[in-house]
């Protein structure tokens, strides 16, 4: 970051290039605060604090800007979309949907050291999402496989590549807490796959589970338009009433 820095004050490069490594620095900027924002959701995870805020998106174009987002901190890789849905939308929690896919596709160009393809493939229904990031990296140990969603835990092969052990368990807490499963298979020296499956619910649904959290123990949140927490609930329900 510092060499970017030191770059920028220089008068010996192209205003595009100096464009280009303030976007790198942007960049960097976004992922000191993600690893803090990150320790901040397992703290709450653990403390049972992560509370559950449902907005209405579009999946497709959601999971399209944060791919461009992370294609834009790397050179050498080439972040391959593929997205299969019958629906438009959705309800879920982004912001927890954010965490686990820019965890995933940063874990997946972190241990790709030689560069290549990393896929992404999307598909949704009415009750379900799937999401995949696969990559041709460095693989994970069979036998520590198991450990992968342990808070600062780092696979043996890793040692020469910085990181904090912290993406994956994040990853597991938010699809937990989405009600969802997470599995890995994985090769060393050929690649590994990330599969996150999440349950989709309605509006019914959710208004419902609201009704009682709320009631109960105020842990949950309803987000369309703007609005939350009995706001949110009582706007849902005027909709349903017509």
Same mark, same amino acid.
């Given at each position: 970051? /510092?060499?970017? $820095?030191?770059?920028?004050?220089?008068?010996?490069?192209?205003?595009? @290039?100096?464009?280009? *490594?303030?976007?790198?620095?942007?960049?960097?900027?976004?992922?000191?605060?993600?690893?803090?924002?990150?320790?901040?959701?397992?703290?709450?995870? #653990?403390?049972?604090?992560?509370?559950?805020?449902?907005? #209405?998106?579009?999946?497709?174009?959601?999971?399209?800007?944060?791919?461009?987002?992370?294609?834009?901190?790397?050179?050498? *890789?080439?972040?391959?979309? /593929?997205?299969?849905?019958?629906?438009?939308?959705?309800?879920?929690?982004?912001?927890?949907?954010?965490?686990?896919?820019?965890?995933?596709?940063?874990?997946?160009?972190?241990? !790709?050291?030689? +560069?290549?393809?990393?896929?992404?493939?999307?598909?949704?229904?009415? *009750?379900?999402?799937?999401?995949?990031?696969?990559? !041709?990296?460095?693989?994970?140990?069979?036998? #520590?496989?198991?450990?992968?969603?342990?808070?600062?835990?780092?696979? /043996?092969?890793?040692?020469?590549? =910085?990181?904090?052990?912290?993406?994956?368990? $994040?990853?597991?807490?938010?699809?937990?807490?989405?009600?969802?499963?997470? =599995?890995?298979?994985?090769?060393?020296?050929?690649?590994?796959?990330?599969?996150?499956?999440?349950?989709?619910?309605? *509006?019914?649904? $959710? =208004?419902?589970?609201?009704?009682? @959290?709320?009631?109960?123990?105020?842990?949950?949140?309803?987000?369309?338009?703007?609005?939350? +927490?009995? #706001?949110?609930?009582?706007?849902? !329900?005027?909709?349903?009433?017509?």
């Amino acid at each position: 970051m /510092s060499t970017s $820095i030191d770059l920028l004050n220089s008068d010996c490069f192209s205003i595009e @290039r100096k464009q280009k *490594h303030i976007q790198r620095l942007r960049s960097k900027i976004r992922q000191m605060t993600q690893v803090l924002d990150d320790i901040l959701i397992l703290s709450r995870s #653990e403390q049972a604090k992560l509370a559950l805020q449902f907005t #209405e998106i579009d999946p497709v174009r959601f999971c399209t800007e944060l791919i461009e987002e992370a294609q834009m901190n790397t050179d050498r *890789h080439q972040i391959l979309f /593929s997205a299969k849905s019958s629906v438009s939308t959705v309800l879920i929690d982004a912001e927890l949907l954010q965490r686990i896919l820019t965890n995933l596709l940063s874990n997946s160009i972190k241990y !790709s050291p030689d +560069g290549g393809n990393i896929f992404c493939r999307l598909s949704i229904d009415a *009750h379900q999402l799937k999401l995949q990031v696969q990559d !041709s990296g460095i693989g994970i140990p069979k036998a #520590e496989q198991p450990q992968l969603f342990r808070s600062f835990y780092r696979a /043996s092969n890793t040692n020469k590549i =910085a990181g904090t052990g912290l993406g994956l368990a $994040i990853v597991k807490k938010c699809v937990d807490r989405l009600g969802g499963q997470i =599995a890995v298979d994985s090769t060393v020296q050929v690649g590994t796959c990330f599969t996150v499956t999440i349950p989709l619910e309605s *509006h019914q649904n $959710i =208004a419902a589970k609201l009704n009682q @959290r709320v009631r109960f123990s105020g842990n949950s949140v309803f987000s369309r338009n703007g609005k939350s +927490g009995l #706001e949110s609930d009582r706007a849902y !329900s005027g909709d349903k009433n017509g």
